[in-house]
């Protein structure tokens, strides 16, 4: 004989909840990946200018870094 119910348990969304929270973190990690990737992209092609080509971007060869993160650092 066995007995069934249609009463769910209380930890029976757990597993779904734990997996999705997952499945975010990793989406979360792979857009951040994706948007440092491309920044440091941006970083090598301005490096790869000329000293007056930068002059005309209103850049210094020091301040490429800070100009291509100056929306994720304050200094």
């Known amino acids: 004989m ?35 990737r491309s920044r440091a992209d941006r970083v090598e092609r301005l490096q790869a200018l000329s000293d007056a080509e930068l002059a005309k971007l209103g850049l210094t060869r020091d301040r490429i870094v800070q100009h291509v993160f100056r929306d994720q650092f304050y200094y």
């Open 2 to 36: 066995s007995y069934t119910s249609d009463i769910p348990s209380r930890n029976a969304g757990l597993g779904k909840k734990f997996g999705a929270q997952v499945l975010a973190y990793i989406g979360a990690a792979l857009v951040r990946y994706g948007e440092m």
